[in-house]
Nanobody, 124 residues
Framework: QVQLVESGGGLVQAGGSLRLSCAAS????????MGWFRQTPGKEREFVAAVSWSGTSTYYADSVKGRFTISRGNAKNTVFLQLNSLIPEDTAIYYC?????????????????WGQGTQVTVSS
């Protein structure tokens, strides 16, 4: 089993920035592809960004492209999401997830492990 813990969420004004972190523990002897999803009440969870297990490829939802940046940390299976130029529509619970392969990283079903989420609130 792998446990994922997110941190870094909070309340920020529109135009501001946040940096989310996700750290894995447990069976982390191998590298996983990592992704971020977000969810607001009454809506399905949506893909935000992902990074391949090697860190060489990144993927973004169109709604965040150019504003958010995903990166891997030096520690194995640590991932960051830099959120810049935040808008109220970015308000959501952000979830970190780990996948066993680089295939289909835009889809929830590709991920095996999930964190509990961290709240991001952007005020106008």
């Amino acid at each position: 089993q792998v446990q994922l813990v997110e941190s870094g969420g909070g309340l920020v004004q529109a135009g501001g920035s946040l940096r989310l972190s996700c750290a894995a523990s447990g069976r982390t002897y191998r590298s996983y592809a990592m992704g971020w999803f977000r969810q607001t009440p009454g809506k399905e969870r949506e893909f935000v960004a992902a990074v391949s297990w090697s860190g060489t490829s990144t993927y973004y939802a169109d709604s965040v492209k150019g504003r958010f940046t995903i990166s891997r940390g030096n520690a194995k299976n640590t991932v960051f999401l830099q959120l810049n130029s935040l808008i109220p529509e970015d308000t959501a619970i952000y979830y970190c997830a780990a996948a066993g392969s680089d295939v289909g990283l835009g889809y929830e079903r590709s991920y095996t492990y999930w964190g509990q989420g961290t709240q991001v609130t952007v005020s106008s």
